[in-house]
């Protein structure tokens, strides 16, 4: 009996590319190769490629769900896929690469450990990859495969791939991305994707899906400073539990063990860890992402939102704070002096943005002073004020307890995501 | 650091589910769990006693009953929520036809599949759910890889999904207008085989419909339905015995069975990892037409 799987651990990536990089193809090429897709989704895309008159069985197909979409031969909106191999689980956020869709990759960005950016041999860098690297930096991904589609355009030439080389790291020097790798692919023909090219010989590197079993991920998470937003309180008012008082949530930092000296924030209050409950029963400690319920030996008044971390080192809790957002909303603007609700960890306020310090052109990366109207899919530096004090770290320490979306109260749509800074 | 700090896949789902139940208690006023005695919605009970542990749900469980339903999923269903200690509540797809809320549909490929969308939000409204925990996950169908864990419906009940809320970190937000509500999904990241591999992990029991067994089916458009007083046979359908097991369990007249001598979960798991369709793929009511399950769920379906 195979039991590996028990072992297997989870990569979250997101791809992004312009329109007719071949990102569906790439996809559609992982997902085939590693016999993630079925035969009857194949027959499915025969059929409708035949509809269509496309020449070719087009695997762009197998990604785009909607009805909209496979008509106008368009991706609308992030759409999620997985698959596996022996060594990991992998689930892609898949963002349409259109100028329109920033916002979408920031979706798909928030949650990733990893973006593949692809850039079309023939085309090189160009100021979509400028934008999507530099949605991958805000966001703080810290791992970019830049993926140099289309090789089989280029005769697999060598040079090519090295001028690409250059002129990417040329200009991400000025990110903030800690890794990057570069593999020259084709994914219409499959070089390199899953089996190495025997078409490149020049290139030494992992193909990339090995890319992607191999990648190191453990710093996905802070591991340092202990975050635990309460979520929820667990009263069963049993018999059996009569004084039972647990405090449900996900750890967002660090390592909490029984026995901890901890602090309750904003009261102060302080007290130690009585037990870390699982329904298997109790943990001698519990780290990010864990999911768990917290007991502590006195008996303080907390609820949710709420935060328990250790006494000597505290977030920082103030009410004014100053963060990148990037607009969503299509029907309206931002608002300066006008109330919104913002939603942070698992705390809820109103806020107020006093102020938009400057906007960032995500082309060309340049500050934009001039003209400080915030509208969809524009990203910028703004100072806010909440109605109650936020437990924060910066988004760079820590993406849990960093991060925050702000919700318009007369339509409650979510029309901005933040960082804080 | 001296120690790794990782969970794995399963675990990692698992942290995730719980944290989306977790939220749906606390963001709305009144939920339910939809429930059907299939896998997932088994995997999903287990994931919210885990989440709110050692107290009870804070919600109900409600199924919605096409009565065309395999009867060994219904007798597990009421012992499974005997042992869990929930309220189950049951609304049936019959009454919405005896109420004239809905027509059966005719012929030999009728099911009560579609019809369960009017019983559905009937129910929703009877009760003044604000949310409804069902178990659908990304990687069933194409349209739902484009849901979200929050799915947001209009007053209708209606799924708009170039209007979906976008869902960053784990910030969920559920707020709605009087006479809206969500559809959450905590299963959403999950493949077939995380489910599989889970239901080994935490050992839990099934309807013995998913495994081997022999009976009567009929062969009908390249996949096997099981045989049953609901199926109305057309005239060159012949009733036939063969060693089968469901994949999915849904409506009787609407889920394939599938040849296996699978019998027990490992062996599933090892013929999940050989298979080559999908598990939908045995799904009668997805084969209609390219988008019928993208039109399904902007009238109100899963």
Avoid at chain 1, 9 to 34: E, H, M, N, P
Avoid at chain 1, 335 to 343: A, M, S, V, W
Avoid at chain 2, 131 to 137: L, N, S
Avoid at chain 2, 205 to 222: C, D, K, M, N, T
Wanted: hydrophobic residues 40%; proline residues 4%; aromatic residues 8%.
């Amino acid at each position: 009996m195979e039991t590996g799987y028990l072992d297997m651990d989870l990569l979250r990536f997101t791809t992004a590319g312009s329109v007719d990089d071949g990102k569906s193809t790439l996809i559609g090429r992982l997902l085939y190769d590693c016999k993630s897709i079925f035969e009857d989704q194949l027959e499915a895309v025969e059929a409708s490629s035949k509809k269509r008159g496309d020449a070719i069985v087009n695997l762009a197909l197998l990604t785009d769900g909607l009805r909209a979409e496979r008509e106008q031969g368009i991706t609308i909106d992030v759409a999620y896929r997985y698959f596996a191999t022996p060594k990991r689980k992998f689930i892609i956020s898949d963002t349409p690469g259109h100028i329109q869709y920033t916002r979408n990759m920031v979706t798909g960005a928030s949650t990733a450990s990893l973006a593949i950016i692809l850039v079309d041999a023939r085309k090189g860098v160009i100021e979509q990859t400028c934008r999507h690297s530099f949605i991958a930096s805000l966001l703080q991904i810290q791992h970019v495969i830049l993926a140099v589609n289309k090789m089989d355009l280029v005769d697999y030439k060598e040079e090519v791939f090295d001028q690409i080389v250059r002129d990417y790291e040329n200009f991400s020097s000025r990110l903030d991305i800690p890794h990057v790798d570069f593999i020259p692919i084709s994914a219409l023909n499959g070089d390199n994707v899953v089996e190495p090219s025997a078409n490149m010989p020049w290139y030494k590197g992992g193909t990339l899906l090995y890319t992607l079993e191999n990648v190191f991920i453990g710093n996905e998470f802070n591991h340092v400073d202990a975050r635990f937003p309460v979520q929820w309180v667990i009263r069963p008012q049993s018999k059996e539990h009569h004084d039972f008082r647990g405090f449900a949530g996900r750890v967002a930092g660090g390592v909490f063990k029984k026995g901890d000296e901890v602090t309750i924030q904003p009261s102060g209050f302080r007290s130690k860890i009585k037990a870390i409950h699982a329904f298997e029963g109790e943990l001698d400690e519990a780290f990010a992402p864990m999911s768990v319920t917290m007991t502590l030996e006195d008996e303080i008044d907390i609820s949710r939102g709420d935060m328990i971390v250790k006494q000597n080192n505290p977030p920082t809790v103030s009410q004014d704070l100053d963060a990148m957002i990037c607009w969503f909303s299509e029907s309206s603007q931002l608002q300066l002096g006008r109330k919104y609700t913002i939603r942070h960890t698992t705390r809820e306020a109103k806020c107020i943005i006093k102020e938009t310090k400057y906007k960032v052109n995500v082309n060309t990366l340049h500050k934009v002073e001039d003209n400080l109207e915030v509208g969809l899919n524009d990203i910028a530096r703004i100072s806010m004020r909440t109605s109650s004090p936020l437990l924060h770290d910066p988004y760079k320490r820590n993406r849990q307890t960093g991060s925050f979306i702000i919700v318009d109260d007369a339509t409650n749509a979510t029309v901005a995501a933040g960082m804080i800074v | 650091m001296h120690k790794n700090y990782r969970l794995t896949h399963l675990k990692s789902l698992e942290a995730e589910a719980i944290f989306i139940m977790r939220e749906v208690a606390a963001q709305f006023e009144k939920p339910v769990m939809l429930f059907s005695g299939g896998k997932d919605s088994i995997v999903m009970v287990r994931l919210a006693q885990k989440a709110f542990h050692p107290a009870r749900l804070p919600f109900p469980l409600m199924h919605i009953d096409t009565e065309h339903n395999f009867p060994e999923t219904i007798e597990f269903r009421d012992r499974l929520v005997q042992e869990v200690g929930a309220e189950l509540i049951v609304r049936s797809v019959q009454d919405s036809i005896d109420k004239g809320r809905v027509n059966e549909e005719k012929g030999p490929n009728a099911s009560r599949n579609a019809l369960q969308i009017v019983t559905l939000l009937d129910a929703l409204e009877e009760f003044q759910f604000s949310a409804a925990i069902g178990g659908a996950r990304r990687d069933e169908e194409k349209a739902r890889a484009k849901e979200r864990f929050f799915s947001h419906r209009n007053e209708f009940g209606q799924w708009d999904p170039k209007n979906q809320r976008p869902e960053l970190w784990n910030l969920f937000n559920g707020k709605m207008h009087i006479g809206e509500n969500f559809r959450i999904f905590p299963l959403s990241n999950w493949t077939e085989m995380d489910v599989w591999q889970y239901i080994k992990l935490e050992n839990l029991s099934l309807p013995s419909i998913y495994f081997s067994h022999e009976r009567e089916v009929v062969a009908r458009q390249g996949i096997y339905l099981a045989h049953s007083p609901y199926l109305t046979l057309s005239e060159d359908e012949v009733v036939e015995r063969q060693i089968v097991r469901c994949r999915t369990v849904g409506d009787m007249t609407c889920t394939g069975v599938v040849a296996s001598p699978a019998e027990n979960v490992d062996d599933i798991i090892a013929e999940v990892a050989a298979a080559r369709v999908t598990e939908r793929g045995g799904r009668a009511d997805d084969k209609r037409s390219e988008t019928a399950m993208e039109d399904r769920k902007k009238d109100g379906y899963f």
